[in-house]
């Protein structure tokens, strides 16, 4: 918290900062926490994510994310599609996952997640279990769940 105001409004400022959480939250302070909905808080994107570490987490944790590849980001925002698209079933959502798809292809560790050229993902389960172009007999799953233990030591 110290970091981030002494970046948005000086020393003097930070230095007038005092600030004692309590051990535990009450349910109206987690409420609080929650959109004006009710929701818990998201993120638009990886981007997103990335800026709201930076302000919301101490600078050692926050490093952490600022440090991310764009492969990690574009991972970050693929698996958010991937997730998306069966939970909503919309025509927006299977289009974003197949943009999300076809991102994964300029980052060559996530090559082998990408869909295959202009033909559109309809069954995200079928193409996750298809063998990934050069994974050496591994499913695009493996890949992924591999890609994803890599981005979870990075941020852990």
Same mark, same amino acid.
């Given at each position: 918290m110290r970091n981030s105001v002494t970046s948005k409004f000086g020393s003097w400022h930070a230095g007038?900062?005092?600030?004692?959480?309590?051990?535990?939250?009450?349910v109206a302070q987690i409420r609080a926490l929650l959109d004006e909905d009710g929701w818990n808080i998201t993120f638009?994107?990886?981007a997103d994510l990335v800026?709201? #570490?930076?302000?919301?987490l101490p600078a050692g944790d926050a490093q952490k994310f600022t440090a991310l590849t764009p492969a990690? *980001? $574009?991972?970050?925002?693929?698996?958010?599609?991937?997730?998306?698209?069966p939970a909503h079933r919309s025509t927006s959502s299977r289009s974003a996952?197949?943009?999300?798809?076809?991102?994964?292809?300029?980052?060559?560790?996530? #090559?082998p997640l990408a869909k295959n050229g202009a033909r559109e993902v309809h069954s995200l389960g079928k193409h996750l279990r298809? *063998? $990934?172009?050069?994974?050496?007999?591994?499913?695009r799953l493996d890949v992924l769940l591999r890609e994803l233990k890599?981005?979870?030591?990075?941020?852990?």
């Open positions: 007038c900062l005092t600030f004692t959480p309590p051990s535990h939250l009450s638009s994107g990886s800026v709201k #570490a930076g302000n919301w990690d *980001l $574009a991972l970050l925002d693929g698996l958010k599609a991937m997730r998306n698209f996952m197949n943009a999300a798809l076809t991102a994964l292809a300029n980052h060559p560790p996530l #090559a298809a *063998l $990934a172009p050069g994974g050496m007999g591994a499913t890599l981005l979870i030591a990075k941020v852990r």
